[in-house]
């Protein structure tokens, strides 16, 4: 069966170096060979409580066409 995705989201689970390059392509990779879309990059989030989430998905996920 065939699973249509609407896009990749992309969430660092621990703190990442602003010059790590692995950091820096390997999302543009992922869309590349996956063929999906980046609907957005959320960074480390040390406080994952529900308001935090809520105001990161506004900040950083693009659901718009």
Partial sequence: ???EIAGLVFC????????????MTSTQVIAEISGARILGVVPHLENLSRETL??????YLN???
Avoid: I, K, S, Y
Wanted: hydrophobic share 50%; aromatic share 4%.
């Fill in 1 to 3: 069966a065939n699973l």
């Fill in 12 to 23: 660092d689970a621990a703190p990442v170096e602003e010059n790590d390059v692995a950091a």
């Fill in 54 to 59: 809520r105001a990161a998905a506004r900040e």
């Fill in 63 to 65: 659901f718009g066409t």
